[in-house]
């Protein structure tokens, strides 16, 4: 049965986006958006966060936030450490993943295949659910020395400036991949203005050879090829697998005449395995229109 594009949402890539634009909602829960906003807060280079660091990253005043960690520690999302006066992750917040990887189940299926092929390139090998303008990596394999991009699960990703984030893209219906333009171009003018093209081309790339190349644009050091995976409708998930590379393992010529076809190969594996479709040929013959624009 043919996709249809979903109406346009006002989902962006950030919790603190929604609650700025949700000041006229009256359904909206503004206090509970604030929590997520907190907990948002806490990244790689960021573990360890003080009510005053918290308050200058979100813009939520001293005392509410106060009260959110408190509530949030209280309950096991954040970890107190007293002797530094911070927070941490707590470890109930891994529980909130759980279900929503549980329910992917061909990732145990795939994580085989992906290994193999991390090993024989000496690189990594990620599987990137589709999440607002960025990529989350739900599957990871990688081989023993990968340089310095190393990825894990729930680190999350550009999608214009990637190989995995256009690969994904290459699945969009017309009207999704312009409402994701739409949205990349809002939250980050600058960096669409300064990828858009290599953007597009990445589709126009998927579409004409079922993988796009991506030469240090994300990480200077690591060049990547990605392959889109497949939509799953039931869930509007949509996900794509990509493999990066320390640039100076490369030989001349071997991402995209080597690599590139094996990470599409592996793909149409996967989608076999599970009974997935990949791209719709009407879906590949807009990317390659949007491209020549």
Known sequence: ?????????????????????????????????????VLEAFKAGATLLGNMELSTLTGIPRPTVARLTHTLAELGYLRYDAGRAKYRVGARALRMAHPLLADMQFRQLARPMMQELAQSVRGTVSIGLLDATSMIYVETARSGDVGPHVPDIGMPIPVVMTAMGRAAAATLLQAEAALLAERIASEDPELWSAFRDRYRAGLAQCASRGFCTCW???????????????????????????????????????LEGEIGPRIAALADSIRAIIGAAGPAAETQKQNKKRARR
């Open 1 to 37: 049965m043919a996709r249809t594009a979903p109406k346009p949402t006002r989902a962006s890539s950030s919790a603190a986006a929604v609650l700025a634009s949700s000041a006229d909602d009256a359904a909206f829960a503004t206090t509970l958006a604030k929590g997520l906003v």
């Open 216 to 254: 240090g644009e994300y990480m200077a050091s690591i060049h990547a090829v990605a392959a889109p995976l497949f939509h799953a409708s039931e869930t509007k998930q949509t996900f794509s697998i990509n493999c990066g590379i320390p640039a100076f393992r490369l030989q001349p010529g071997q």
